[in-house]
Structures are given as C-alpha cells and as structure tokens.
Nanobody, 116 residues
Framework: QVQFVESGGGSVQPGGSLRLSCKVSGIIFEAYWMRWYRQSPRNEREKVAEITPNPVEKRYADNVKGRFSISRDNSENMVYLEMNDLQPPDTAMYYC?????????WGQGTQVTVSS
C-alpha cells in the first residue's frame, strides 16, 4: 500500500517562503519520478515541478521558475519543494505524486495560502 505524508503548508505573506515535504512508503522510491502539483478552486490542476530518478533532472512550470526548487532524498524516501517569493496566485492545495511503472500515486495535499 502506497502511503504519503505531506507537510509544510501554511499561511504566509507575499514574499514569504515555505518548504513542503513529502514522505512516501510502499514503493521503490528511487525508481519513481516525483512531482508536485497544485490546484485551487478557480484553476485546473497544474504540475508545478518534477524530479526524475537518476540521473536527476528537474523541471518547473514557467510561473514558478526561479522561485521554487524541487529536491529528493532517496535514502529517506522524501521529496521537497522549496518555495520562495510566494505570491497570492500561488495559493492552492499542493499535492505530491509518485509516477512510475504506468501508475501515479497521490498524496492527500497540503494547503498553501499567500495573503497580506
């Protein structure tokens, strides 16, 4: 059974930072692409960032490039999303996913709210 534990969401003012964490169990973590998505009530689900297995490559949505950074720790089955210079349009539920072997598994999400 694949399980996710996501954390790190919260409320920040514009220009603030948050670090999201996601711990996954029940998969061969190092073999999976790890992704962060977000969704708000007004917008469709958007892939924010992804990180491949070895060799590691990182990809970002255009609207977060230069502000967000994804990383992974295969020894801990963890993936992180460092988010800087957060702005109100970044407000959303953020979801961690693991993609591999024709399956994608999802976490429960963590809420990020950016407002003054």
């Amino acid at each position: 059974q694949v399980q996710f534990v996501e954390s790190g969401g919260g409320s920040v003012q514009p220009g603030g930072s948050l670090r999201l964490s996601c711990k996954v169990s029940g998969i061969i973590f190092e073999a999976y692409w790890m992704r962060w998505y977000r969704q708000s009530p007004r917008n469709e689900r958007e892939k924010v960032a992804e990180i491949t297995p070895n060799p590691v490559e990182k990809r970002y949505a255009d609207n977060v490039k230069g502000r967000f950074s994804i990383s992974r720790d295969n020894s801990e089955n963890m993936v992180y999303l460092e988010m800087n210079d957060l702005q109100p349009p970044d407000t959303a539920m953020y979801y961690c996913s693991a993609w591999g072997f024709a399956n994608e598994y999802w976490g429960q999400g963590t809420q990020v709210t950016v407002s003054s």
